[in-house]
């Protein structure tokens, strides 16, 4: 009996990496409890030098611990054949596609501007937690592949590990995150023309196991080069977030991934604007970017202004040390301002796209 309630207890453990019950993934290589209490579990590491082999070993030592009877647990791990990760894979991948297409209810939204400096891949970081926040799965592909920054911003890591022929997308404080900085040496730029871009871009939807997550966000870089027009062909049903600041001259600049976007047929869904304002010791809001900007574009654009995120030092700071604002102040200004951009987002499902023209007798 002892030796059953172990097996149970150590099946129900989620695999850290590909999160499924491991006796589900078929980890669990043998379970044997002696009769003086001590039990002795086998698993298979599906990579190897596995980096969450600390973790599998802990998890599997507090549940067959938690039986009543057990008085000591042993770990041993093995390492699954070639053959083995295939069929693995093959059970969770049934057929290779790209994320957001097809029958798939992953939302795909871009997060673009139409330069450099505004606060995009925050915006992206902390939206992406403020939706897993409210219990969506997500994942963030890092497409900004000159000024990647998606890792650091969120804290995730190690490097991606392979799985057969998918890459496993590392996790932090809920979302996956996939990006060139995984790939590229530190002391090195990404210097390549427009088919390695596509290319890349092509493999980050299509070889990552995103395992059907409910949103991708895009961390779009800046104008309206490679990248749009080749995510513009994988995901021509993205919907676009724009985020500029409270200046009109970042406003113009922004109309023009807009107008980017609107000419692959993507469609528009928000202006986002940040640095709005800053909140000084006195209370008083002080208007450091300007004024105007995102209601302008807002407006010219006939979309919402779903957001106004104030100027925090602290948002700043998040950044440089891995802690999104949103997860390490929650009660700030900006965080409640996130989560209720996540809940606006989540309302504004795509429009469905009807096609007069065609008539069915």
């Known amino acids: 009996m002892s030796q059953e309630l172990v097996a149970s207890a150590v099946a129900a453990i989620f695999d850290p990496i590909l999160h499924r019950p491991i006796g589900e993934l078929g980890v669990v290589r043998s379970v044997e409890v002696s009769r003086r209490g001590?039990?002795?579990?086998?698993?298979?590491?599906?990579?190897?030098?596995?980096?969450?082999?600390?973790?599998?070993?802990?998890?599997v030592v507090e549940a067959a611990a938690s039986v009543a009877g057990v008085k000591g647990v042993s770990v041993d791990f093995e390492l699954m054949s070639d053959e083995e990760r295939a069929a693995l894979m093959e059970r969770l991948l049934p057929e290779k596609k790209i994320v957001g297409q097809g029958a798939t209810q992953t939302r795909v939204i871009g997060v673009a501007s139409g330069k450099g400096g505004v606060g995009k891949s925050s915006v992206t970081t902390n939206l992406a937690v403020a939706l897993a926040g409210l219990n969506y799965s997500v994942g963030v592909i890092d497409a900004d592949v000159w000024g990647y920054s998606i890792p650091k911003m969120l804290g995730v890591g190690p490097v991606p590990v392979v799985?057969?022929?998918?890459?496993?997308?590392?996790?932090?404080?809920?979302?996956?995150?996939?990006?060139?900085?995984?790939?590229?040496?530190?002391?090195?730029?990404?210097?390549?023309?427009?088919?390695?871009?596509h290319k890349a871009i092509e493999q980050f939807l299509s070889d990552v196991f995103w395992d059907d997550p409910d949103f991708i966000l895009v961390d779009m870089p800046p104008g309206t080069g490679d990248i749009a027009i080749s995510l513009s062909q994988f995901l021509p049903r993205a919907q676009m977030i724009i985020v500029t600041t409270p200046q009109i001259t970042a406003q113009r600049v922004a109309k023009r991934s807009a107008m980017m976007a609107q000419q692959v047929n993507q469609e528009v869904m928000a202006v986002v604007e940040n640095m709005s304002w800053f909140t000084g010791d006195d209370g008083k809001r002080y208007d450091i970017f300007g004024s105007g900007g995102g209601a302008a574009l807002a407006k010219e654009l006939d979309v919402p202004l779903l957001a106004q995120i104030p100027l925090l030092p602290a948002m700043r700071e998040g950044a440089d040390q891995a802690k999104p604002l949103v997860a390490v102040a929650p009660d700030s200004e900006a965080a409640e301002t996130f989560v209720q951009l996540a809940k606006s987002v989540v309302s504004l499902r795509p429009r469905v796209r009807t096609h007069p023209e065609l008539v069915i007798n």
């Open 38 to 59: 001590a039990a002795r579990v086998k698993l298979a590491l599906t990579v190897p030098d596995h980096p969450s082999q600390h973790v599998l070993h802990d998890a």
């Open 163 to 197: 799985i057969h022929e998918s890459i496993i997308p590392p996790e932090a404080y809920g979302v996956k995150a996939m990006s060139m900085d995984f790939f590229v040496g530190e002391e090195k730029a990404v210097i390549w023309r427009g088919p390695m871009l």
